[in-house]
Nanobody
Framework: QVHLAEAGGGLVQTGDSLRLSCVAS????????VGWFRQPPGGNREFVAT????????YYANSVKGRFTISRDNTKNAVNLQMNNLKVEDTAAYYC?????????????????WGPGTQVNVYWGQGTQVTDSS
């Protein structure tokens, strides 16, 4: 197993961006398949994104495709998740995940190392009044 530590969660309003980071203690972090999962309030832990160990290909859950970007920096033993255009339904605890086996992690059962998690809360903005002047 590898020790993982996430950072970057917070409270934001809809449409905002956040960048989560995860740093690993293992110097051979590039030997691990890595990804991000999340667990919404009262829900199950679910796959968000993964980046393959060998080719660096990325895969995303349909709910975040086009808004989230996963990347890894093996020189810093880190994997990041850039989250744009956040929605209320993105509210969850986000977990960094790693596996010594396989090329990617897309299922909870594949993970053998978890970070402690970082909380992301997205609330509705106050909105903008639109007046029809016609």
């Amino acid at each position: 197993q590898v020790h993982l530590a996430e950072a970057g969660g917070g409270l934001v309003q809809t449409g905002d961006s956040l960048r989560l980071s995860c740093v690993a203690s293992e110097r051979t972090f590039n030997d691990y398949a890595v990804g991000w999962f999340r667990q919404p309030p009262g829900g199950n832990r679910e796959f968000v994104a993964t980046i393959t160990r060998n080719t660096g290909s990325t895969y995303y859950a349909n709910s975040v495709k086009g808004r989230f970007t996963i990347s890894r920096d093996n020189t810093k033993n880190a994997v990041n998740l850039q989250m744009n255009n956040l929605k209320v339904e993105d509210t969850a605890a986000y977990y960094c995940a790693a596996s010594r086996w396989g090329d990617s992690v897309t299922n909870v059962a594949e993970v053998d190392s978890w970070g402690p998690g970082t909380q992301v809360n997205v609330y509705w903005g106050q909105g903008t009044q639109v007046t029809d002047s016609s």
